[in-house]
């Protein structure tokens, strides 16, 4: 028996719940994980609150991302072995695997060894960011040197990610944040330029910034209305990703503008990476070089312990962090 959290019923953090639940033996394919460490995503609370891509089964488990030992493996897994240190990436439904316990099994293709230099704490902060980060920018938007990248809600794991990443292939990274309250940190994390949106003109500080040309391309977890402001920042032929929806609200698509500049506007998720063994592939190694050359960062804005997961949530839901939360298993 190990202790899991799982949640009955959708809602807030409080849904949450501790229980005992038998493991077993990882099956084919399978790893099992003594847990070590979590990282918290979004996702977790969109699914948690019945607002995910896809519905819970209740009672549901929650959590796919991490970092652990590897306890025993199934038939036909190969790359890792008993007693390995790993990282859990968020490649699976939660539906069918969870990660929110002292213990778990979850798919081979998920584990991969854990970054070189890298404590459990800081390789629960790695994966999700930058593959998420990656498959946006690199992959299907060939990010280049030159290019200039909006980069809304900057402080959030990712944006923090897609920061480093843009300054590592020599792009213009514009971080995007509401108050001058993330200002100085955004900067020192490797920032470019930042704007206030709240006290600030975007798309004239944009234009700017770019010579009056434009941002090729924008990576926004926010959505909502402000994708019109966000376009009127966009040179021709650039691409919007819309890869969240903290907004809440409807997403119009900007017709008019969007028709002069030629525009592309895509919805994206990790799981495009995820879902193409050769991306997947891609990406692990660009990440892995980065975090060897020191280029990136695992930027932990704060940890909770194993007891303090509803809190956790709460922070996490309070939108103060700087960077990836993490809780830690005993």
């Known amino acids: 028996m190990t202790q899991a959290i799982r949640f009955h019923e959708t809602g807030g953090p409080e849904v949450l719940r501790y229980e005992d639940v038998e493991v077993g033996e990882p099956g084919a394919g399978e790893v099992r994980v003594q847990v070590e460490a979590i990282g918290l995503n979004r996702a977790e609370a969109m699914f948690r609150s019945g607002a995910y891509l896809e519905d819970p089964k209740l009672p549901a488990g929650i959590g796919y991302e991490g970092a652990g030992i590897v306890e025993a493996v199934g038939a036909d897994v190969t790359g890792v072995a008993a007693g390995d240190a790993v990282s859990v990436i968020p490649a699976f439904s939660m539906n069918d695997y969870s990660f929110y316990a002292e213990r778990a099994i979850v798919p081979a293709h998920a584990v991969t060894p854990r970054p070189r230099g890298l404590d459990a704490v800081q390789a629960s902060a790695v994966w999700m960011p930058f593959l ?51 200002v100085d940190e955004l900067k ?130 309070s939108n103060q962090q700087f960077g990836k939360i993490v809780v830690t298993v005993p």
Do not use: C, W
């Not at 299907?140 to 292939?169: K, M, Q, T, W, Y």
């Not at 930042?194 to 924008?218: C, H, P, S, Y």
């Not at 209305?225 to 691409?239: K, Q, Y």
């Open 132 to 182: 998420t980060a990656y498959g946006a920018l690199i992959e299907i938007g060939e990010l280049a040197a030159g290019d200039a990248v909006i980069i809304p809600a900057a402080s959030s794991s990712v944006g923090l990610a897609a920061i480093e990443i843009a300054n590592r292939v020599g792009a213009i990274s514009i971080a995007a944040t509401r108050t001058s309250a993330k």
């Open 188 to 317: 020192k994390a490797g920032a470019a330029h930042v704007i206030a949106t709240e006290e600030q003109d975007l798309a004239a500080e944009v234009m700017r910034i770019t010579d009056n040309a434009g941002a090729r391309v924008v990576f926004d977890p926010v959505a909502g209305s402000g994708v019109e402001t966000l376009v009127d920042a966009m040179a021709p032929a650039g691409i919007l990703f819309v890869y969240g929806a903290l907004s809440g609200e409807p997403t119009p698509f900007p017709l008019i503008k969007g028709l002069n500049k030629a525009l592309t506007m895509r919805g994206y998720t990790l799981f495009e990476v995820i879902g193409d063994p050769e991306r997947f592939a891609r990406g692990k190694r660009f990440v892995t070089d980065g975090l060897e050359a020191g280029d990136f960062t695992a930027t932990v804005s704060r940890t909770f312990g194993f007891a303090e997961m509803v809190e956790a949530h709460r922070y996490m839901e």
